[in-house]
């Protein structure tokens, strides 16, 4: 299966706890978006990358939130003291260029509960 | 506030009816993309009609685009219980290619 993958799909933790979430676009694509989706409303923008460089970052992703794209290929998102309002989908997209013209092709997400 | 927002947010129509859905947005766009999210296949791309383009079709999506008007429509002909899914519109601001915002969305339930 050559799509975009994320792992892990879903992850429970513990409100303070810290969380990771990996993300494989696919490799031939130069851009790499991670998004938020709550019940009911779209996916809102956190970030991409192109390449290896992080070009711009939402509001929505506070200092408690990193994301790296080490080598240009796979992608991590760092969630640092994990609060209940972190609850929600994370979804990451790949595409072969700028999302606004290119088709972004989607990662089934992570699924994050902090109880 | 978002970019776009769709209309109706839910819409359950019979199967073999049509569905159409509307966009509004409030900035100027250099196109304009239509995803579609179910369970089973996640969120994927439907198509995309750029602003110079009034009226697009991709098998039995219709897709019309008026900037004018600021606003787009989603027609699906000859509905299908499989076309149960969440539909967004999706664009790009002219400040920033890379940042597409989505709307919230309309649920639309085809019933057999």
């Known amino acids: 299966d050559t799509g975009v993958s994320q792992d892990p799909r879903h992850k429970i933790t513990k409100r303070g706890q810290n969380v990771t979430f990996r993300c494989d676009p696919i490799s031939e694509h130069n851009r790499l978006y991670w998004y938020r989706q709550t019940l009911g409303q779209g996916p809102e923008f956190l970030t991409y990358?192109?390449?290896?460089?992080?070009?711009?970052k939402s509001r929505l992703l506070s200092d408690r939130f990193s994301a790296e794209r080490p080598k240009g290929s796979f992608s991590t998102l760092e969630i640092q003291r994990t609060e209940q309002g972190d609850s929600a989908m994370y979804l990451c997209?790949?595409?072969?260029?700028?999302?606004?013209?290119?088709?972004?092709?989607f990662g089934p997400g992570t699924r994050l509960t902090v109880l | 506030s978002q970019q776009g927002e769709e209309d109706p947010q839910a819409l359950s129509i019979q199967e073999g009816e049509n569905a159409t859905m509307n966009c509004s947005y409030k900035?100027?766009?250099?196109?304009l993309q239509w995803y579609r999210q179910n369970s089973g296949r996640g969120l994927v791309h439907l198509i995309l009609?750029?602003?110079?383009?009034r009226e697009k079709h991709s098998g039995r999506l219709r897709v019309t685009l008026d900037t004018s008007k600021k606003s787009s429509s989603l027609l699906i002909t000859a509905s299908r219980a499989a076309d149960t899914a969440s539909y967004f519109c999706a664009t790009a601001m002219k400040t920033s290619y890379d940042k597409v915002i989505f709307g919230p969305g309309t649920s639309l339930s085809v019933i057999p």
């Open positions: 997209a790949s595409s072969l260029g700028q999302g606004g013209y290119f088709e972004q092709f």
């Open positions: 900035t100027s766009i250099n196109n």
């Open positions: 990358f192109q390449n290896e460089a992080q070009l711009e």
């Open positions: 009609i750029r602003s110079n383009e």
